[in-house]
C-alpha cells in the first residue's frame, strides 16, 4: 500500500516530466496542496525528495522553484552514467539466457507500445523497465542503486527528448540494436550502442536547452 506522500511524489514526477510546470516555476504548496488532495505535510515531504534529486530548488523564504535545465549538469550526470552503465553491462551480459533476452524484447515492445500510445510517461516508465532489467543482471545492486539516482536526477531532461517523434524513432531503432547484441552475447556492442543511446539525447537536449536560453 502505497503512503500519501508516495503518491504526491509520483504526481508530481508526472507533472514534471510532462512538461505541467515550466522550468523556473515556482510551486505553490498551497495550490498543489489543494489539486493533490492532500495536507502539506506529504508534499512538503515529496517536495524534499524532489529537490535531493535535482529536480526542484528551495529558496528560502521563497519557496521552491522548478530546476532549470542545464547543458554542464546533463553532460556531468549522463558523463557518470556512462562510467557506471558500462561496469553493469560488462557484467550483466555474460549472464543472459535467451530466455533473458525474450524477456528483455517483451520490455522493449512495452516502450514500442508506449511510444505507440504517445504517453511521454508510459514511455518513461517502459524505457526504465528495459534498461534497469538489463542492468539487474549485473548482480550488482549497489551499483545498479547509484544508477537508478543518477536516472531519477535527470527525468526532466528525458522527457524533453521523448516528445520529439524523430527521436523516440530512435529509440526504438537503437533498442533494437541493443537487443541484437545481447542475443550475440556481444558485451562490446551492447556497450557501444548505449553509449550512441545516450549521446543522442544528450545532443538532442542540449540543443533544446540552447534554443531556450537564446
Not at 10 to 34: K, M, N
Not at 45 to 62: D, F, N, S
Not at 171 to 190: F, K, P, Q, S, Y
Request: negative net charge.
Amino acid at each position: 500500500m502505497t503512503t500519501a506522500q508516495e503518491e504526491v511524489l509520483r504526481a508530481l514526477r508526472t507533472d514534471l516530466i510532462t512538461g505541467r510546470f515550466d522550468p523556473g516555476e515556482q510551486l505553490v504548496q498551497e495550490s498543489l496542496a489543494e489539486r493533490l488532495g492532500v495536507s502539506r505535510v506529504p508534499l512538503r515531504e515529496a517536495l524534499k525528495i524532489l529537490e535531493a534529486e535535482g529536480h526542484v530548488t528551495y529558496h528560502p523564504h521563497r519557496g521552491y522553484f522548478v530546476t532549470r535545465l542545464s547543458t554542464d549538469d546533463l553532460l556531468e550526470v549522463y558523463r557518470l552514467r556512462e562510467i557506471l552503465e558500462t561496469e553493469a553491462l560488462e557484467h550483466a551480459v555474460p549472464m543472459l539466457t535467451p530466455e533473458d533476452c525474450d524477456a528483455l524484447s517483451d520490455l522493449m515492445a512495452g516502450v514500442d507500445h508506449a511510444i505507440r500510445d504517445d504517453d511521454v510517461r508510459a514511455i518513461s516508465e517502459a524505457n526504465r523497465r528495459f534498461h534497469f532489467a538489463l542492468f539487474e543482471f549485473s548482480g550488482m545492486p549497489r551499483l545498479v542503486r547509484l544508477i537508478r539516482q543518477l536516472w531519477d536526477a535527470t527525468e526532466a531532461y528525458r522527457s524533453v527528448y521523448f516528445t520529439s517523434p524523430p527521436n523516440r524513432d530512435r529509440i526504438h531503432d537503437e533498442h533494437v540494436e541493443i537487443l541484437e547484441a545481447l542475443r550475440r552475447g556481444d558485451i562490446g556492442g551492447t556497450v557501444r550502442w548505449h553509449n550512441v543511446h545516450r549521446q543522442n539525447t544528450i545532443t538532442a537536449v542540449s540543443a533544446v536547452i540552447e534554443s531556450r536560453q537564446g
